[in-house]
């Protein structure tokens, strides 16, 4: 199918309510699409079927489902638009910025007090849009982020949401599996190399460690590969790989998943009160962002599942992006403020003509 008539089935499939989903995977020039053929609604627990998942963060509420047999499946090839990027700015209020740096110290007291090692804290800010045009946020997505998984999900029952996410949260190739500590956050020109400060090294050390323990009560942890620099759109942050083997008929997609979500880089460490001060502080509903997404392919054992960063939910004509940080004992409020704020710059970018 040809790129037009793609990008014209995702408006038709919108306009009629029924799930759709379009994604290409970090560094693919090729877009995979799911059309549901009708408007009934799928969930999973146990992600034994192909199709496509959409989790939330919260564990106890549902996951959704765009399954392979009950769509078109769809594979366009795509030339990526040379789009430039520029700093974009947009109208934050003293009540946002005075809340979030109030969270920041409430998470900081919580680390101080409590048996807390890091907090991930977040925002959601809302913009809105002159025209909401759905094939030119594809079109841009797809292009300004080509090593990022980029998805755009519509399913009654969730929204509208796109995103350009950095992090992998399992990837599963035979009996092989993947994931990656991803932590520390800088604003960077192309290719450069911060200089990372003890801070930024002893985040992302924290979610090495946790995902490497969770990992451990599921399967066997092989290989750490070296820290390194990763390169985000215009942000860089510090990342370890791990990789390991699926322990013959115990170690499943659903079990690993499971393990790590939420893992350190969106929630925190210990995961259960870092869970309790997200829920109990932050204020908003986080919903489908820090939750994830991504293919599913259980009988070719070949599945994708990333960290829903870098998002926006898109309804009637508000954006909603959703932006955070992770919290350590030496983190700075402000910083962490203009942290989110250097976020923001990654949906904005993609939605930045109908600003
Ligand atoms: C929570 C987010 O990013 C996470 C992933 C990478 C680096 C992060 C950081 O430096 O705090 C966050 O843990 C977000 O983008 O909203």
């Known amino acids: 199918m040809e790129i037009v008539q ?71 090839a795509f030339v990526l638009e040379d ?45 809105s849009l002159k025209n909401v045009n759905i094939t030119a946020i594809a079109r841009r997505l797809l292009s300004l982020y080509p090593s990022a998984f980029r998805y755009m999900w519509y399913h009654p029952n ?11 949260l399992v990837k599963i190739s035979g009996l092989s599996f993947s994931t990656m500590a ?30 490497t323990t969770n990992l451990q009560k599921v399967t066997a942890v092989v290989k750490l590969s070296k820290t390194y620099t990763y390169h985000a759109g215009t942000l860089a942050h510090l990342r370890t790989d791990i990789t390991g083997v699926l322990k013959n ?12 979500h939420p893992t350190p880089a969106v929630c925190g460490s210990p995961k259960i009160l870092a869970r309790k001060f997200i829920m109990n502080h932050e204020g908003y509903e986080r919903d489908f962002y820090t939750g994830f997404i991504g293919p599913v392919s259980p009988v070719t054992c070949d599945s994708q599942l990333f960290v ?36 923001l710059q990654t949906m904005l970018q993609v939605v930045h003509p109908s600003l």
């Open 308 to 343: 829903n960063l870098r998002c926006m939910k898109i309804e009637g004509s508000m954006a909603k992006l959703y932006v955070g940080g992770g919290i350590i004992s030496e983190s700075v409020p402000e910083d962490e403020w203009q942290e989110t704020c250097n976020k």
């Open 83 to 127: 789009i430039q990027k520029e700093e974009i700015q947009i109208k934050e209020s003293l009540a946002d910025h005075a809340r979030h740096l109030k969270l920041v110290s409430e998470a900081k007291n919580a680390l101080r007090t409590e048996r807390i090692q890091k907090i991930v804290v977040s925002r959601k800010k809302e913009i």
């Open 158 to 168: 969730t929204g509208l949401w796109c995103g350009a996410s950095p992090e992998v």
């Open 249 to 260: 008929g115990k170690a499943t997609l659903t079990t690993i998943a499971a393990a790590l």
């Open 182 to 211: 991803l932590a520390g956050t800088r604003k960077i020109a192309k290719n450069q190399i911060p200089d990372w400060t003890t801070k930024d090294i002893t985040e992302q050390q924290l979610v090495t460690d946790a995902i």
């Open 6 to 76: 793609l990008f014209q089935k995702i408006e038709n499939h919108y306009k009629d309510n029924k799930p759709f989903t379009i994604y290409s995977l970090p560094g693919s020039n090729v877009i995979s699409s799911l059309f549901q053929n009708t408007d009934e609604i799928f969930t999973t627990k146990s992600f034994t079927e192909a199709g496509m998942i959409m989790a939330p963060f919260d564990t106890e509420r549902l996951t959704y489902f765009i399954p392979e047999n009950a769509s078109e499946k769809i594979e366009t």
